[in-house]
């Protein structure tokens, strides 16, 4: 109603110019809503200008309007609930023109007429003279200028914005009940557009003591209806479920007759003064805040993605709340959690297959990472994930190439123009119903992915061979002639096939020769056992007797001719077995060239009703897989338990730290400091990234970790450090490791070793003793983001079930703890930069540049390392003090005051580091064994995020210097000054890794 400020002076003028006795009534009915308010306006002397400031509050401008209309409503004769408007512009004389422009005002609240009469009323003949005092009221059709207007209001303060102060607040958090008692716990405030985590020590000092507001409530009133209605937490839930924004003004919050919640919203009294609870505390989704879930299953098919049900890991959600999909780092949605009536399962249906196989997305830099804790009274807080929508969502298509095709095969798309003429194949497809209702970047993806299935027939065997099958269906069925024999002939699919045959018919003549080899050894034991059986008229019999009579004349002869027979009757009973065995064998080839025959015949036969299923059926060649599958597990099984037999060093703790200190000393030239920060590093981190400049033993240091820590003392086939040497042109896993052949039912292995590495693994599981390193050299000479995708999630896990990986096999593979990479990293112009989200995740040392060794000192017999020896050592933190955290604390605010963001991630993974690293760091250059792993902490986690032009970054790096002067970080000051000293070089461009 009084936004206009302008007509807001006319308003004020108006009541300020009314006799003071009017005055001081409406200034004495205002009913102030917390001491505060009263002190604050009691501190006003001028009755005009405590008006005017009273009148810019929604909450008293009610109050005086209506006190006024009190005073004066028998002055005009009108009643409130009956007059209408043109009653009350007749009923204005010069006796009584004020009282009626206060009837005015007030009428306007009962009737709720201000949007309809209010600025024609502020513009009116008859409230213009009111203001000016001109009591003739004959009828004019004139209004009064600006400048009249001016100079009627000259009564009224010039600077009216400085009355309009901001009380208004918006608080996210949880609303818990414990009893019959509702408190609110905020734990974000969004105020000027941005958002503010609260401290604890804010939180604690702002809304003492336990950090919260309660919310009271009258019995059998409005507002407790309103708090059962709603869901919310009770104070025994060990996880925050119902999360709320509240949005109200601060002035609303008043003190509290209570010690444990020391302020009050008085909700009742909201609704006195007609405020719609609902606006005042709703669900934090309609901010645009959506709790984070997860898939049950690390790895969903598009198929199973776009149809079925997705099964959620977190328990603490709302039947019917959107939600965000976190899923291979895209956040998909929303979603409506749905629950499961058996056994109250949350899941998810993205319902992509009726909405065209189209899902829309949020990157993570289109959303801003929340957590709400619950504390619950309990020492081990719980953290809810949510994210913020500040970006846009995109657009992912997930149908399926097998989907795809069968829509194009309903279009009776013929697959003879394909064959013939792919440009009109693909104007066909171009303009088929089915790509009509999608955006045009998804049809122009499915157009080029159908182009690629005709085109590239090596890579998309089996989708042309889906497709073949179809056409040819549908050409049976509408009795189409037009595929011919010489299609059929010369079609890829029908030459795969004979291919196929070929290999059945070398395995076949396999199976003969080892045969005749098997008839040739029965024949020789036949033979062999017709001399035995023509010497029983006792010729071999004397003849083996005399000799032995001559050798031994005591012998007893009779006992030898036993012992020779008793041999015959071996070799007799052996000479059977083999002849039962070869019968068994042929038996077994007649079978085979039988069964072999008949799906020959079979396949012959049913060419065209089966569509050119393999002539070997897939059942043979799951089989041989199976079999080759279980003896690959066999051998797996036999190297573990081998593995599990090797004994450990009983080193730990400190003994264990000096060992490594002495033993990579032995090698480098590298402080204590530099070798324990290298083993926290790689026994915190999934990933641990050396950099430097070429010659500074980047590849080399990761052997020597390797052999400190006995993993070279396995022998060549069981060695737990693998080397790899990553090739430009790197893209996916298939690079990396292999892919699984469809065809011949087999894993093709790009890398032998890491396939068996991770094969070992998965068969040790849980029971994994030893560390395993991975190094990979040259690693950004191809995107890491890429072939190392499927292990990025690994970075991130927290229970078992994110401990799975998918590497193509026909199950997922368990990745013990014990597994961690190192990688070596080139900041030249010819390789990849590395991904923010690599950078996330990874600790990125740069090695110091010293010396090599000329000649190794003392020899250092390599102790064999636990897993568990070196996780104790360098993994298990103790808490960090207050004064290390608060200065962390303001190097995250001055990182985040630059634009880069510290994810909740980096802020675990530097306390972690922080609370093992400053037990067993030495101090150096007059700093602290805390400072300096806080030095560590910050040039290996927070640095690398700086990536732009230096004017960007020239207030950062003088505040950032000052941090470092004043807490003896050196590390990190002399990395700020690499940056600035090298941006002339560079172009202006600041980067941590150049």
Known sequence: MYENKKKLKKILSFYCSLPDDIKRKMIDSVQYINREHKRKFGRIKSENEKLEKLMFEDNYRRQIVDCAYRVTKDKTGLDISESEYDDIIASYTAESCIYSTIFFFRWCYEKDYDNKYFNEFLDSPEFEKTLSKDFSFEP??????????????????????????????????????RMTFYNFFPQYEYINGRLHEFTKEELMSGYPSNGAINLAYVTSEESEDFLQNIDIDKDTDTEASCLYVLDTDKYDIEENNNSTYQYKIDLQKLVARGIRLSDVISPLYNENVYKIVTPEFSCISDKDFANSPVYLNETNLLEGEPVLLKYNEKYYGTFYVRCRIQDGKYYIKTDANINNFILYYYSEDDIDIMEFEKQAYREDPTYTNCARITGKRHIKDIIPRQTLLEKIGEENISLSIAEKNPEEFMTLCNNSPFFSDIPAEVRES???????IITDTKRFQDEKRTLFESMLKYCQEKGDSGITDKMISESGIYKSLQSELEIQRSELEKQKENNEKL???????????????TSSS????????DEIKNENPEHDISESIKNLQEQQQKLIANNEFLMAQAQMYKARIKSAQEEISRAIEESIANTAKNAFEPYISNAMLKAAAKWDSDEESEKYSMRADMILKKRASSLSGTALTEYLVKSVQSKRNYTRNEIINIFISIAQNFITIF???????????????????????????????????????????RDFIGYFNPLTKKYDKSNGRIYDALMLLN?????????????????????????????????????????????????????????????????????EELSPRLIDRACIIKL????????????IIPELISWQSLS????????????????????????????????PRIRIAVNKYIGVAQGIMDSENNASPQEKALDYAVVQKLLPKINGCYEDYEGFFEALKKICTENHLSLTGSSVERMENSRKKNMGYCQYLI
């Open 763 to 831: 068969e040790e599981n849980k029971k994994s003793v030893y560390p395993y390193l991975i190094m990979l050299d040259e690693a950004n000479l191809s995107p890491m983001e890429y072939y190392w995708a499927d292990f990025m999630p690994l970075s991130d896990r927290v229970s078992d079930s994110d401990m799975y990986i998918n590497i193509g096999t026909e199950k997922e593979l368990f990745v013990p703890e014990t597994l961690r990479f190192m990688a070596t990293v080139n900041t030249d112009r010819t390789t």
């Open 538 to 545: 006792g010729d071999i019999y004397q003849d083996s007797a």
């Open 848 to 859: 110091p540049d010293v010396r090599p060794k000329e000649a190794e000192s003392e020899d």
């Open 872 to 903: 104790e050592t360098f993994a298990e933190p103790s808490p960090v003090n207050g004064s290390l955290q608060k200065l962390l604390e303001d190097i995250y605010s001055l990182f985040e005051t630059y634009g880069m963001n510290i994810s």
């Open 691 to 733: 950099s430097g400049d070429p010659g500074t033993g980047k590849t080399s240091v990761c052997n020597i970790i390797a052999d400190v820590l006995g993993l070279n003392s396995f022998g060549s086939d069981n060695n737990r450090y693998i080397s790899v040497s990553v090739e430009r042109g790197w893209s996916s896993k």
């Open 446 to 452: 499915r157009i080029n992915q159908l182009h690629e």
């Open 519 to 533: 008839t040739a050894q029965i024949n020789e034991l036949k033979e062999l056992n017709q001399k035995l059986q």
């Open 140 to 177: 004019s059709e004139e209004s009064v200028t600006e400048n009249d207007d001016d100079n009627n209001t000259e009564c009224v303060s010039e600077s009216i914005e400085e009355y309009t102060e901001d009380t208004g607040m918006k608080l996210y958090g949880r609303i818990e009940q």
